[in-house]
């Protein structure tokens, strides 16, 4: 059997995955249009925005589109539409990233949050409904890493007990359940266009909806541009001149950016779900190895590729070691930092508006996704099949060797490493 390359072997990963298997992150379409706006002065306003929004909106299939200046805002803007009101509560997994939590306290509302389901990541429908009291508002959902929720599930317990469902789509770019877009089974579904995400705009977000209560709501709490486009009757159409509170438009670079990258959103996913499920079926009998299942009928998208570390062995339950290895033969990938939300101080200590502390959550799914779950791969975006055959075998090396990695983590602590072995740095979270 070979050496492996942690202890002198060769590396089973020869092809740089940076070098081949990335796209650029700004189309050419975007560079001239943006060159163009700079010539023309439009670097603040410009119909560039309300282009891309009508193009963001039909390719989701939604009435409504809300361009935001990041996919936090389009949070933000999402529950004061929703009319989450101080005190309300907020049904939110841990497993995601900070923002999808914390624009509720900035709406000084509480989060409550719900465990999640152990084989798909996404929140556990059957643990929503112990978390609903008499103040309960809304629910927020997260297709996390690109892999759809149980929508239907969601939807009939969130209108049975007349509660709104907000999806945080920040991975799910073209992702769908049952032949609908995220974020149209919610009543208000919001994207980020941050640099890293599979829209890339830089920095920059949308919010989908089909009521135009909600819209105008959205946009009222920080579009005061948009407020006076509104028809003569409308509530909001008073606070024109003030706004209400927040300025959030995008940046029409942004809006440019993601424009010309929306065209090719579908066909860049097809290539990275191709190498995704190479990538999986290469790794299927890998007994400790779980990937990201997905729930009928859905069908994610691999903005990000996840697994679960669960080897036999009781007492190794981190996969540092075994990260460390496949470093070692080439391969990035990292552990994971979701699922530690419910344990932050701005959650268990009360925000800072002293209002809004979250309620005690017991999330054992959550816990143990937060210490086994890591990213395998990077995005493998373009048809770049020897890399993705020299990754599958490096995990099998790895895995063939799994006693001598497992024998290496008892007797190293991995603390000064923990960083580099950090999906979030790999991924650029
Ligand atoms: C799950 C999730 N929600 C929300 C956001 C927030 O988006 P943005 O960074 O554009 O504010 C992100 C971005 O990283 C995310 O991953």
New binding site residues.
Partial sequence: MSTLALFGGEKSVTVDAGAVASLPVCRQKGIDVVNRLMRTGEISQSSVTSDFAQHFASYIGSTYALCTN???SA?DSALFALSVAPGDEVIVPSY??W??VTPIIAQHAVPVFCDVDRETFCIDPKKIEKCITNKTKAIIV?HVWGNMCDMESIMSIARKHGIKVLE?C??AHGASYRGKKAGLWGDVGCY???GTKTLPGG?G?VLVTDSRECYERAAALGHYELIQTFADNSPYKKYALTGMGHKYRIHPFAAALADSQLEHLDEVNEVREKNARRFDEGLHDIPFLKKQCEYEGSHRVFSYHYYRYVPAKEKVKEPFAFLKALHAEGVACGYCGYGRLHNAPLFTEGGPYGDCKGTRAVLPVTDELAHTTFLAAPRFETSCHSLVEQYIAAYRKVSDHIEEVIEYSQDHSFDEELNSLSGRSIAQ?
Avoid: K, P, R
Wanted: glycine share 12%; proline share 0%; hydrophobic share 35%.
């Fill in positions: 990041n996919g936090t949070i995601t990233f923002a999808s997260v945080d920040s991975h980020s266009l941050q920095e977000g979270l």
